[in-house]
């Protein structure tokens, strides 16, 4: 008997744990997200608000996806390479022990910062409660709500847009100042074919017995809507009898208000949401399979005895049993007793003379109704067959759907991974604007260090020093900006000619520092960061033209076959009567057209071939991004993010494209070739020179 079936309605990427707890516990799992998350279309708003947290006495986050895509916002604003650094001296409050989970991912917990949430969301034990709650009413049970607490006083509550303002308009009743401002936005998504193929066959009468996991009003909202736009009315109301697990009061009266008859309530939180599952799994498991029935022997030949034809009446009652049955009803010799001994008489009684004796009649009998056993046994069994494999086809349908499922869900998460690597070459966009940045602002500060040292120059001396002074300090500023040995090296050696020409004693201590530096550069090996720049891009050109194991075309011909066939022709010519050599040529020809239809290759992943046209697309867009990563990193002279970066997309190329192909094989060797010819090189610091020239300034 099938599994019972959790249809999660979570959004896409958000029910991973739940999804594996679920199947732990024995139950099958159907994704049909009723919410969508996305950014909010307009985080203006937001991006001010976190501008100034120092402003605000208390940030309430309404959600997990709240927290998420206001701190990634937060890290923006700070314009930070990893997590956002959040106050510690601005109090943080949530309503449930996701949010304070997905704070803690990110720093924000105790003791460094004050975290408010409802008793139990943050593992604390309450003697006192029946049922921890989490939501508006008990977060504002925890806050200080004496009078005045909060006269006077700023609030930010972050949120997605629509949802309920409870919490607001008490605060706000408390005299205090409420922001809020989305950070996300909820909305419709469009399910499937696939997804309500399998809402469909759910709601049949012999369907395993299916439950709906609601997490929220507006989902529940959304399933009604939906459902009247692709349901019949008939299959509309047949889901309104579905078993429905909600893990809030509210949630559970919005469902009962718009028609669904059966809600069981849930503690909240995973916990009590897989509890809630397995309780009524367990409900609805099923009976345990029925014994085999031992097999009927089959009777002892018997001799051929005549007997007269029996009566049309005898037919037309075996012909009206009714329908057949999958039960097999076990058959004993009490059940045919009564039917031979009523059966005798019968015919007796239908015909005019007795040929035989009654006791060969009798054993005549008894071999056609062991007959007649044998045929119903074989009708009950072809029957069962039949049965089983109508069941047989259902399960895999029912299982191709969830692969489809599987697979829609795989492509919304490998959005979201690209959106990351977006977001991602953003922010290292944002980085390299910053450094052209300082470069422009390093070319003013030199512009108007000439301007200074023009109009404060006394004398010559003063003044071959000062520029000295600029064209180190210059040098300087390249090396630690761009790594540009060959330009410190060259104001070195420039220095050093000009303080050579002066021919100074003073000038003898600046002279040894310079000529140190000046080997400490010409030490540096030179490392080829164009060229390996170059590899990657050409690589990035490729991406597209490299051949997927899905997509796999016939090959041509191994090198030398062609030969082959020719001496074999030519042998067939030079013997045209032999026939042997008939047979050899037909044997190689057979050989040869086999070899081109069939290959027989050796895949060790078996998830290479399995991807549709849209995956190999994001496929190829993901191996591109990481590449480009990786140049960025190679560019910014930040080996670690290079090296992940192309080994990452090296792994790709590998699992994923055919390996044979002298293309593939062309883009993994360029890659190695930039890996290696990319090394990072420790760069000196023209420190010494400048101590020196600033101890001689002194002097």
């Not at 919005?254 to 509890?275: I, M």
């Amino acid at each position: 008997m099938p599994r019972p079936t959790v249809v999660v309605t979570r959004p896409a990427g958000q029910s991973r744990q739940l999804t594996e707890a679920l199947h732990a516990a024995g139950l099958d799992v159907l994704g049909f997200p009723l919410l969508a998350i996305g950014p909010a279309a307009d985080d203006t708003p937001l991006r001010a608000a976190l501008a100034r947290l120092a402003d605000y006495a208390l940030v309430v986050f309404v959600s997990p996806n709240a927290v998420s895509f206001a701190l990634d916002a937060l890290a923006q604003v700070q314009n930070t390479a990893g997590q956002a650094q959040w106050p510690p001296d601005v109090p943080v409050a949530v309503v449930g022990p996701s949010s304070v989970a997905a704070l803690a991912e990110r720093g924000v917990a105790p003791p460094t910062h004050r975290v408010i949430a409802p008793a139990g969301a943050q593992g604390e034990t309450d003697t006192t409660a029946d049922a921890p709650r989490f939501d508006s009413e008990a977060l504002w049970t925890e806050l200080d709500t004496t009078p005045g607490a909060f006269a006077g006083r700023s609030v930010l509550i972050i949120r997605g847009n629509g949802g309920r303002d409870w919490l607001g308009d008490r605060l706000r009743e408390a005299g205090a100042t409420v922001d809020a401002v989305e950070a996300y936005s909820r909305t419709l998504p469009e399910p499937t074919g696939m997804q309500w193929q399998a809402v469909r066959d759910s709601l049949k009468p012999d369907a395993p017995p299916y439950a709906w996991l609601l997490t929220s009003s507006e989902a529940v909202r959304n399933l009604d809507a939906l459902a009247r736009l692709h349901l019949s009315p008939q299959e509309h109301e047949r889901l309104k009898q579905m078993q429905c697990i909600a893990p809030h009061a509210r949630i559970a009266a919005q469902a009962q208000s718009l028609g669904f008859a059966h809600v069981l309530p849930a503690a909240p939180g995973d916990a009590g949401l897989l509890a809630a599952c397995t309780q009524w799994g367990n409900a609805h498991a099923g009976p345990a399979a029925p014994e085999p029935v031992a097999p009927v022997p089959a009777p002892a030949p018997v001799e051929p005895v005549p007997v007269p034809a029996p009566a049309p009446a005898a037919s037309e009652s075996t012909g009206s049993e009714g329908p057949t049955t999958t039960k097999v009803e076990r058959v004993t010799p009490e059940t045919t007793s009564p039917s031979s001994s009523h059966a005798a008489p019968s015919g007796a009684a239908g015909t005019s003379f007795t040929a035989h004796p009654p006791a060969g009649h009798a054993a005549a009998r008894r071999g056609m109704v062991a007959w007649w056993v044998v045929a119903v046994v074989l009708v009950l069994a072809i029957a069962g067959g039949f049965f089983w494999l109508q069941m047989r086809v259902e399960h895999l349908t029912q299982e191709l759907a969830r692969r489809q499922q599987s697979n829609d869900t795989l492509v919304q998460e490998t959005r979201v991974l690209s959106k990351n690597a977006q977001d991602t070459v953003k922010e290292l966009q944002a980085k390299v604007g910053a450094l052209d940045g300082q470069v422009v602002e390093a070319r003013d500060k030199q512009a108007a260090l000439e301007q200074v040292y023009q109009d404060l120059m006394r004398n010559r001396d003063d003044w071959e020093i000062a520029e000295i002074q600029q064209l180190l300090t210059n040098a300087g500023q390249q090396l630690q900006l761009t790594g540009n040995v060959q330009v410190a090296l060259s104001a070195l050696q420039s220095a050093d000619a000009r303080l050579a020409r002066a021919d100074k004693p003073q000038y003898n201590q600046l002279r040894r520092a310079i000529a140190r530096d000046i080997a400490r550069m010409k030490a540096v090996p030179d490392t080829d960061l164009t060229g390996a720049a170059i590899k990657l891009d050409e690589s990035i050109n490729q991406i597209d033209a490299l051949p997927l194991l899905s997509g796999e075309r016939m090959l041509d011909r191994v090198p030398g076959e062609n030969e082959k066939l020719a001496k074999g022709d030519a042998r067939g010519a030079s013997a045209p009567a032999a026939t042997g050599n008939v047979l050899t040529r037909t044997w190689d020809y057979v050989l040869a057209e086999l070899g081109q239809v069939i290959r027989v290759r050796k895949v060790d992943d078996t998830n290479a071939l399995l991807l549709s046209g849209d995956q190999g697309w994001f496929l190829r867009e993901n191996v591109k991004l990481r590449l480009l990563n990786a140049r960025l990193a190679l560019l910014s002279r930040n080996e670690p993010v290079f090296r992940n970066d192309l080994a990452a997309a090296q792994a790709m190329i590998g699992r994923y494209f055919d390996t044979r192909s002298r293309r593939v094989q062309g883009v993994l060797t360029l890659l190695k070739q930039s890996q290696a010819s990319a090394v990072s090189v420790s760069l000196p610091t023209m420190a010494e020179s400048l101590g020196a020239l600033h101890a001689l300034k002194k002097e």
